[in-house]
């Protein structure tokens, strides 16, 4: 696994942090995927610059806080660029009280990584709706709900690389773990549709590269099926949901140490057991 800043290959970059990556693509024209946290925008664009790169196009996987938001202040750096999302997240954009609740996350991260910043998410524009099968320049688009209702994914095929934010899990200490939040059902036929490109190469939202994805998708798919079954079992045995989440929060919060602020992984956790329950 490529989970280091610098050159994957081919032109392909990691940027930022590997637990919150922001990746480039340099090719016939520059792209940028995914925007981590609004604090970490100065280092993004510090980064660019460093490598001489005016991107042309800030390709958003979905429309969480962690995944968007250095967007405003890198498009402040680079006015020219274009900003491409599905149009579930031009909608959730759209709604205040989505913002509020980016900016409460995002200040929370802060804490988490020990950050002080004077920056402040700020709503924007997306410019390009996106959706299954649209082609833009050198990549082309699946839709991959499940993780979100927003989800998209970006392939790169002269690159052999595909770029799915969090719909095929994520790595977190040395672990994978599911993210089913929006709908189980869907969530697994994304992983299905995703493993058509399994000797691609895979960019996650969260850990890095996976040189070929195969395996670990098929792997995914394992954990994402005893997770929900696991839910299941917490659930007969307490019948309360939130003596379910606690649980799990004990067992692999703070037993794994994550370093995902506790309120954003509460609410993700809940919105897992609620789909594990309606699948």
Do not use: W
């Not at 759209?94 to 004077?118: C, H, N, Q, T, Y």
Request: net charge negative; proline share 5%.
């Amino acid at each position: 696994m490529f989970s280091k800043k610098g050159e994957f290959r081919d032109g392909i970059y990691l940027l930022n942090h590997p637990e919150v990556p922001v990746y480039l693509i340099r090719g016939k024209k520059n792209y940028l995927i995914d925007a981590a946290f609004t604090f970490m925008a100065p280092n993004i664009v510090g980064e660019l610059e460093e490598l001489g790169v005016e991107p042309h196009y800030l390709l958003l996987t979905h429309s969480h806080y962690d995944h968007i938001g250095a967007t405003p202040f890198i498009r402040k750096n680079f006015p020219e660029i274009k900003v491409v999302a599905s149009r579930r997240t031009a909608e959730i954009l759209a709604k205040p009280k989505a913002i509020e609740l980016i900016k409460s996350l995002e200040k929370e991260a802060e804490r988490s990584f020990g950050e002080v910043s004077d920056l402040e998410f700020q709503p924007f524009k997306i410019d390009i709706i996106v959706g299954e099968g649209d082609e833009i320049e050198e990549f082309s688009v699946l839709e991959t709900p499940g993780h979100t209702r927003c989800s998209v994914s970006f392939v790169f095929p002269e690159k052999k690389i595909i770029f799915v934010g969090d719909a095929a899990g994520v790595i977190e200490e040395g672990h994978i773990r599911p993210q089913f939040l929006s709908s189980y059902d869907q969530y697994v036929a994304s992983l299905q549709k995703i493993l058509k490109y399994g000797d691609f190469s895979l960019a996650l939202g969260h850990g890095g590269i996976i040189p070929e994805g195969r395996e670990f998708l098929e792997n995914s798919l394992k954990k994402t099926e005893e997770f929900r079954k696991e839910i299941l079992e917490y659930y007969e045995k307490f019948g309360d949901m939130e003596k379910v989440a606690r649980k799990i929060y004990r067992e692999e919060y703070e037993g794994l140490g994550l370093k995902q602020p506790k309120e954003a992984y509460m609410i993700n956790l809940r919105a897992m057991i609620k789909s594990a329950l309606n699948s």
